[in-house]
């Protein structure tokens, strides 16, 4: 013991005892099956203090981690699974599948997922689409008999490929402001780059992984989303689809209150206000109150008791993702990105290469994705000024390509893809994780193959 400790410095000691951590949590929930929530609060804890935070600090530090992470993902869970119930009740959920379906016929609704996907993921967070989408994949996998896996796979991979690549997502704009590259530039390089990452990780993925996993045949999150009555008659494809692209709309104006008015005039403030998510989703679920809701025969009481039973099988999901961010806090006040610098910046590599590679490792010790993209841009834009790297566009998409590597428990996603699509860690694992992976690695190969050609 005496050769290790002198063998590594403490901060090397730091980076063994998260990965000490991680490892436990995998087999503490996967192999001997202990609550997850539970077991992220007790790892979270024992790592704070193996990590030198102090007794008296460790659990306010978990606690800020929960509340800050709870703070967004609460709000945007909860809007977001009324709107979906709503979506459910009134049949329009089942209305778009129907014409997704019609569309693009039954053997290839994962194209479709894709599709819709990477369109309404295009302005709003990865959470926010997930919630917004997950009550059409639910009923697509119904309608079609085909495994969640197969819907759901490509739905998720759209969703994350935009959020981790494509500018105006907050991530993507902080790294083009750290590189100075150009918006439009950026935005046309992250759809060569994104679309066929997509596709990869998406369809094609889901259509080799989803017989090898077999998943419960009761779900009770599906239950939710589902309406029996087959027979009775569905709202208007149109009304539905314009209610649940409110939102999207709303914060695509909030994105670009700047440049329809003048920063800190009244409609500036109001157009951020209305843009932003929590209240976009809020607006969006008080129009499907009527679109949805009163406009298809429901009274008020119905209305009420929706937005009431939809909520408690959420809580368990709310509780794990914001264990996953206490996690994520300890980890970050331990000092681990601090080595991951240190450790970075040992080792020589092109500036694509660095930008991958730093924000990998801070996604790997984070579980952020959008930390990780925006840590490591400040990291490797001052190294790639400085060696005059020409494509400072191609750095936005490496970098966001490394954020979105290997998810796993400290990440707050891989609990929200597990408790909805009703799968084990193990299965998570090799479902989620696995796909961020292949987003990760065939994103970068694409980007390299561009930067070859310039």
């Not at 500018?167 to 992250?190: C, D, S």
């Not at 009775?232 to 149109?238: A, E, S, T, V």
Request: charged share 10%; hydrophobic share 55%; glycine share 10%.
């Amino acid at each position: 013991m005496d050769f290790f400790s002198n063998a590594l410095t403490s901060g090397q000691w730091l980076l063994v005892y998260a990965a000490l951590s991680i490892i436990a949590l995998i087999l503490l929930i996967a192999r001997y099956r202990l609550n997850p929530f539970i077991t992220l609060t007790l790892v979270s804890l024992g790592l704070g203090l193996m990590a030198g935070i102090p007794a008296k600090d460790v659990v306010f530090v978990y606690e800020a981690g929960v509340g800050k992470t709870l703070g967004h993902i609460a709000l945007v869970v909860a809007l977001g699974t009324m709107l979906g119930k709503m979506m459910a009740e009134s049949g329009g959920a089942e209305q778009i599948a129907r014409t997704m379906i019609r569309w693009f016929g039954e053997k290839n609704v994962h194209w479709a997922m894709v599709f819709i996907a990477f369109l309404v993921g295009f302005p709003i967070f990865f959470e926010v689409g997930f919630v917004l989408l997950i009550p059409i994949a639910f009923n697509v996998a119904r309608r079609t008999g085909t495994s969640m896996l197969l819907v759901g796979l490509p739905m998720v991979a759209g969703l994350s490929v935009v959020h981790g690549l494509v500018p105006p997502h907050p991530a993507a704009m902080i790294a083009v402001g750290e590189y100075q590259a150009n918006v439009g530039r950026t935005i046309f390089y992250a759809l060569l780059v994104g679309i066929p990452t997509a596709i990869i990780a998406g369809p094609i993925f889901a259509k080799w992984i989803a017989p090898k996993i077999h998943l419960p045949g009761h779900n009770p999150l599906e239950e939710q989303f589902i309406h029996a009555d087959s027979e009775r008659q569905l709202p208007g494809f149109g009304i539905t689809l314009a209610t649940i692209l409110l939102p999207v709309v709303l914060m695509l104006l909030g994105g670009w209150a700047d440049l329809i008015a003048e920063r800190g005039t009244g409609l500036n403030d109001f157009l951020l206000f209305i843009g932003n998510s929590v209240v976009a989703l809020l607006i969006a679920t008080l129009v499907s109150f009527y679109t949805l809701g009163i406009a298809r025969g429901f009274n008020r009481d119905s209305i009420l008791k929706f937005s009431h039973d939809c909520l408690a099988p959420t809580a368990g999901i709310t509780l794990l993702v914001g264990a996953g961010g206490g996690l994520n806090r300890i980890l970050v006040e331990a000092g681990i990105a601090k080595e991951i610098v240190n450790f970075s910046s040992d080792m020589a590599l092109t500036p694509l290469l660095m930008g991958w590679f730093v924000a990998a490792l801070m996604r790997i010790a984070t579980g952020s994705a959008t930390v990780a993209m925006s840590t490591a841009a400040g990291i490797v834009a001052p190294i790639a000024l400085a060696a005059g790297y020409p494509h400072p566009e191609l750095l936005v998409i490496a970098t966001g390509a490394g954020s979105l590597i290997l998810s796993h428990v400290n990440d707050g996603g891989f609990w929200l893809i597990k408790e909805y699509f009703n799968m084990t860690v193990t299965q998570t694992l090799k479902t989620w994780t696995v796909l961020e992976t292949i987003i990760s690695f065939v994103a970068l190969g694409f980007v390299l193959l561009v930067a070859a050609f310039m």
